[in-house]
T-cell receptor, first 115, second 115 residues
Framework: GAVVSQHPSRVICKSGTSVKIECRSLDFQATTMFWYRQFPKQSLMLMATSNEGSKATYEQGVEKDKFLINHASLTLSTLTVTSAHPEDSSFYIC???????????FGPGTRLTVL | AQSVTQLGSHVSVSEGALVLLRCNYSSSVPPYLFWYVQYPNQGLQLLLKYTTGATLVKGINGFEAEFKKSETSFHLTKPSAHMSDAAEYFCAVSATNQAGTALIFGKGTTLSVSS
């Protein structure tokens, strides 16, 4: 149990376009989902906390207008990278909390490459 | 504020040797502690976690970790390394008194296993 999926697993886009990444909890309801970003050979950095039915909470330094997060249901959160630029190229990973179990379950990640 | 320090960005062992990955944490509240493993281009898989109770925690794939409050440590060990253990390992901490709190990750340790 506690499986989290992400779609797409890999995306390549042109600079200036927008990309949407989906994060789904497949066998549990997740009131809280998290979005992380990971640069090569580095650790995961929290971008935002997404709560179902409310606005996401962004970490300091993360542009909320650039990284749009929507958590419309208990099983789906989306991250949209708007007007993507090459510096947005990264590995984006989501996780979901399966309350009341402790801990988070991670999706397989999405590799974004902006040309 | 919470933080995690992983000593040694790269650890190399021979197959069959002891694996020891070090993790120290800082937390103003009783912590929840986690170890995750990441294989190339994949998400994170939970190895084990400490919440409350027994301080020696056993996880998957023969790994275990011991919570030592006096040393603020949560080192990961495995008695005998296997080639398939080669991966990136992350230690993480979260606050126990805040539901849905995100994880704070260490910088990661790359484990190499030679035959």
């Amino acid at each position: 149990g506690a499986v989290v999926s992400q779609h797409p697993s890999r995306v390549i886009c042109k600079s200036g376009t927008s990309v949407k990444i989906e994060c789904r909890s497949l066998d549990f309801q997740a009131t809280t989902m998290f979005w992380y970003r990971q640069f090569p050979k580095q650790s995961l950095m929290l971008m935002a906390t997404s709560n179902e039915g409310s606005k996401a909470t962004y970490e300091q330094g993360v542009e909320k207008d650039k990284f749009l997060i929507n958590h419309a249901s208990l099983t789906l959160s989306t991250l949209t990278v708007t007007s993507a630029h090459p510096e947005d190229s990264s590995f984006y990973i989501c996780s979901a909390r399966d309350s009341p179990r402790v801990g988070q379950f991670f999706g397989p990640g999405t590799r974004l490459t902006v040309l | 504020a919470q933080s995690v320090t992983q000593l040694g960005s790269h650890v190399s062992v021979s197959e069959g040797a002891l694996v020891l990955l070090r993790c120290n944490y800082s937390s103003s509240v009783p912590p929840y502690l986690f170890w995750y493993v990441q294989y190339p281009n994949q998400g994170l898989q939970l190895l084990l976690k400490y919440t409350t109770g027994a301080t020696l925690v056993k996880g998957i794939n023969g790994f275990e970790a011991e919570f030592k409050k006096s040393e603020t440590s949560f080192h990961l060990t495995k008695p005998s390394a296997h080639m398939s253990d080669a991966a990136e390992y992350f230690c993480a901490v979260s606050a126990t008194n805040q539901a849905g709190t995100a994880l704070i990750f260490g910088k990661g340790t790359t484990l190499s296993v030679s035959s």
